[in-house]
């Protein structure tokens, strides 16, 4: 059975920091690339980042490039994202899904290249 748990979640206030974590287990996670989603109230599901399986292809969406880093540790199965300098536009429930694919592909930003996903974690950034 696959399970995928975020963690880290929180307040804080515009211009802090917070690190995401997300376990995953019941499935290859060295052999897959992860990447993070966040929602926000009434808008569609927006991805993140992503990282490749051996963790040396990464890509962000424009918004949080230079402030966000994504990393992996394979031997805990266990994703991140660093967030630094947040805004209060990063506010949203945060989500952890492993890909079909070892690589980030061209569609790294759709669900639908995503197969499993965990609960989330809610974000909030006071201005």
């Known amino acids: 059975q696959v399970q995928v748990v975020e963690s880290g979640g929180g307040l804080v206030q515009a211009g802090g920091s917070l690190r995401l974590s997300c376990t995953a287990s019941g499935l290859t996670f060295g052999s897959l690339a992860m990447g993070w989603f966040r929602q926000a109230p009434g808008k569609e599901r927006e991805g993140v980042s992503c990282?490749?399986?051996?963790?040396?292809?990464?890509v962000y969406v424009a918004s949080v490039k230079g402030r966000f880093t994504i990393s992996r540790d394979n031997a805990k199965n266990t994703l991140y994202l660093q967030m630094n300098s947040l805004k209060p536009e990063d506010t949203a429930m945060y989500y952890c899904?492993?890909?079909?694919?070892?690589?980030?592909?061209?569609?790294?930003?759709?669900?639908?290249?995503?197969?499993?996903w965990g609960q989330g974690t809610q974000v909030t950034v006071s201005s």
């Open positions: 899904a492993a890909a079909q694919y070892a690589a980030c592909s061209a569609s790294w930003s759709q669900t639908y290249a995503y197969t499993d």
């Open positions: 990282i490749s399986r051996s963790g040396i292809g990464t």
